[in-house]
């Protein structure tokens, strides 16, 4: 049972821009909190952004803050990541998340993307 999918990812030049896409497949994630996740090889994988469930609350991972900007649609069920200024250590795959509580830490999020890798050349 596929809950969270995502689109967007490929290969981009630093500096450019790609878009992220989240499509939760039920209405009841409008009251989850989403946001995104991303690891890259040999890495852990980390906290990128957060959206409430209302789409009011925005938190972002210092790495990223200004270049990156995370938003919901008026459904609340789809969560995008539009990422700019793209820098070479950008590059992982991106997961995207649900759950019940918002945190900065992977385990408290219930469901999870199968991923979309985002790969930044220099």
């Known amino acids: 049972q596929v809950h969270l999918v995502e689109s967007g990812g490929g290969l981009a030049q630093a500096g450019g821009s790609l878009r992220l896409s989240c499509q939760a497949s039920?209405?009841?994630?409008?009251?989850?909190?989403m946001g995104w996740f991303r690891q890259a090889p040999g890495k852990e994988r980390e906290f990128v952004a957060r959206?409430?469930?209302?789409?009011?609350?925005?938190y972002y991972a210092d790495s990223v803050k200004g270049r990156f900007t995370i938003s919901r649609d008026k459904a609340k069920i789809t969560v995008y990541l539009q990422m700019n200024s793209l820098k070479p250590e950008d590059t992982a795959v991106y997961y995207c998340?649900?759950?019940?509580?918002?945190?900065?830490?992977?385990?408290?999020?219930?469901?999870w993307g199968q991923g979309t890798q985002v790969t930044v050349s220099s």
């Open positions: 959206v409430m469930w209302n789409g009011r609350g925005t």
């Open positions: 998340v649900a759950g019940r509580v918002a945190a900065d830490l992977p385990e408290p999020y219930e469901y």
């Open positions: 039920e209405p009841t994630f409008s009251s989850y909190a």
